[in-house]
């Protein structure tokens, strides 16, 4: 693809021949002479002079290094930049979604398809189900009865959207996904478990994006909310009642109990916990693996991860954190008998 | 729906015309006019005061106090009483599966299906398997060879039962659970893994609910067993020739290693995780985000959970963590001393 | 099962009667009279005498304690035997896969399908796709446009393959798992997240083995890599850039982050998190739940889990540990004024 093109779509100043072509995007240490990089960290200057990128992404400040290299492109973000060019990308290289209702597909005569949508081969789009405009179902995908699919939006195949549950426009949800089982909810009830049916829906806002085998239950008496713009990885957790403010994003395996609800902007590590009817405020960010056990109502960053060690360190430290309580004991014994000696 | 109905249906003594209607079922500071709520807790006391719900399940100690604001069904146990009122609500807002075996399913002629089985769209049930009377198999699910599905168990879509695994009655399996997968078994070799077939299966009993993308893989030798009543969530991982004992409950992301032994009415908090060969007690309750490391032969509550802080007070506390045994020396040192000196 | 054929096939000294006959493979302590089984550890020898099984695999060192109570198989490697053993086991009790495609198969007319491939009813295989000789594509499978699945690999019910995804040879993918779904990739702008396209696939060797509901993303611009023999257990999340050298094995629940490359025959425990951007040696092994947050150039056993305790215990130790640095403090003034003192 000629670097005019490039430019003439998504801006930024190009420094150098706007017919030089390349074949590839590529980090700044993987680029051979047809890609283009990116330098979006000032840490990884000293790169620039050893890159064989045909041509670079960079902010005004390192114009000059850039220069001197080869081609360059002037951007005061280079790495929203390069994210708009892995979205113009794989415009030129994917093909799109063709807009017709595969055969295979069982869809409901009730069901209501916008135009332009996708129905892939195999998916099963219940009686009521509502799919907006342009929207892509992918194969294997079920669309449960009376759901509501955006314009837009997009299911990878083997996605299971629960009944009367909605998503928003422009989504993306990968292979595997579950929204809309059955939160988990019991009474005991002599030794037994009393299933408390879960009459509640999921909602899910605009340009949301949920990974594969990611579980979303709905609500048991109201809805589980998702709001626009959140982002979350594969294999995530997030129980009945949940609330996720607005563009906030989740690494993977993480997990949200029940009624907890989420701020805006925040963001939480992998395989970090959150248990349930907790509040944590906007623009809280939690570490990796940690455990969030208290409503957090300040923004800020928080971690709660025992350090890793040797296995032989380990024990010798672990042993000890089992009587750290003695230990402050003997320490406050110790300064007592001391202060007293003084 | 009327209250006269739903006290006729439910039991419970209600205060209050049985011809009020309601429409909804809510929490008490979510209730309007038309929702019924309930008081299972009485740190919430206060609510009843404010609530605007038309009806409110409580206890007979609060029965006055409800009486005075409005309709009030007593019963001696409301949070069971609300149990019964969602399955009630579900049973008549919810259509029921019809019993018919879709023509886009693919049963194998040799399967035999009871009365009133309902098989979804493009679900899948292999030679000789075995599905009980009025059991729902949703759509896109596969039911293995020589599988056996219990009366009254419901299938949500897209869920995996393994050959020759076996379901109680009235179980109820949620979207992308696998069920009869290989445990991970294999011996070293110079330097390579050699696997060991997986020659078990998965034994569930009656009652048993199993969370969206569940797995319970099958025995290495003898079965893996889930018994009566279990209760787990969603993204659970039970790996070969565990055995969960009767009631148990495990909350999303529980992780349960090889050949492990869970008692009876055992609770296991999010994300926790239970190592391999070990046997828990009756009523062993492990707390969120927690890993058991050795058997607990005892009832009661365990926990190890590094404490969540703010990072930068996090950072100073781990690193001393690391030292935590050498300072343990320094202070037994310093307490000889100060002895000496004395 | 005769015990010559046995020795036939797989190799050992037999001490008793070729013609016994097994029904069934158990471990010493389940097994009856019907059973061969085996005696790997050392320190389960006492069950030798307490087995009733008819025949025992064992090691030249118990040759003589196994012989004088019945049959037995001396092989230098019991275990590896015993691998072996369930592995001829299970091809004689499994129907093999037949070779043919289900007629509700929706293989597109570009796929290029090997000799003796079997494709399983309503799986999906996309145009472009390319299956190895002898290959098993289970039901509800999804095999994406160009994807290539190498000779007698074998995908069970519901795998999903992403677009120009590769698998190696002898490799087995089980139910649920997602290959090539997007890596989570966004630029920040303006308090939302631009998506970064994943313009990468996934690349996994030969005698790959990967648990069910498991998912390996596709790389951001070049490929996620799986070298030959690994094997993953359930429910492990494998981000975008990965390298996971040869013959490493995870249990389940793991997490890996972005770009970190773990080197070959490494060990990850249960529920382990390994964040991104870091490079473990070969033969490094994580301990089960452990969170690691630093590079680890050596081989090694490494470990960091708070310790598990009754929660009264826990709760107090774990107030100390957020006062850590304070009592470090304290301890070094108390050092301080006693050297003084002294």
Redo the contacts between chains.
Sequence with gaps: MRLGDLVAELGGELLGSPDQTIR????LD?ADSGCISFLANPKYKAQLQTTRAACVIVAPAVKDEAAARGAAIVTP?P??Y???L??W??RR???AATAVV?P?A?VDASAVLGAGVSV???A?IEAGAVVGEGAVI???C?V??NARIGAGTRL???V?I??DCVLGARC?V???A?IG??G????P?Q?????????GAVHIGD?V?I???T?I?RG???DTVIEQ?V?L???I?I?HNVRIGE?S?M???V?V?GSTVIGK?CTV???A?I?GHLELADRVHI????????SLNQA??????????????????????????K??E??RA??K??NK??
């Design positions: 590839q995007i590529a980090s993987a973000d790495y929203l390069f994210a708009r892995t979205q990308w794989a290289v994917r093909p595969h295979g069982v892939g081969p195999l099963v992918g194969p294997h079920v449960g009865r990878s195949a083997r299971t629960g009944f993306i990968h292979s595997g579950v089982a059955d988990f909810g019991f009474a009830h030794g037994r478990w009393e299933k408390i049916e879960q009459l340009d994006e990974g594969a085998n579980c239950d048991a008496l109201s713009g982002k990885d594969n294999l957790q129980a563009h994003a690494a993977a395996n997990g109990a902007h590590g992998g395989a916990n248990i570490s990796v693996a940690t455990t969030v056990t208290r800020g960053h928080y971690t709660g991860v025992f350090p890793l060690d040797t296995h032989a360190d380990w024990e010798k430290n672990a042993a000890t954190v089992k009587n750290l309580a230990l402050r003997r320490l110790l300064e008998a001391c000696n003084e």
